[in-house]
């Protein structure tokens, strides 16, 4: 389903307790309520996923999606 409007690129970090994937995708300015972009349901799913395998330890998968970036254990 294609929301019809203007397309943007926008950063998104997803977070979980061992990595932070920062992935860029697309948001959409609605034609019909411009005020604020939203996500396709496509992209919400990707963003899903992406936790998922964030939280499996999926990192080879991870690294083809965007950047991964593991947490350290704080002293």
Do not use: F, H, N
Not at 9 to 34: F, L, N, Q
Request: glycine share 4%.
């Amino acid at each position: 389903m294609s929301i019809p409007g203007k397309r943007v690129r926008r950063t998104r970090m997803v977070r979980t307790d061992k990595y932070v994937v920062v992935v860029e995708v697309d948001a959409v300015i609605p034609d019909a309520d411009p005020s604020e972009p939203c996500y396709e349901p496509e992209t919400v799913e990707l963003l899903r996923e992406i936790e998922q395998r964030a939280d499996r330890g999926d990192v080879e998968w991870l690294k083809q999606q965007g950047k991964v970036y593991a947490a350290l254990d704080a002293a």
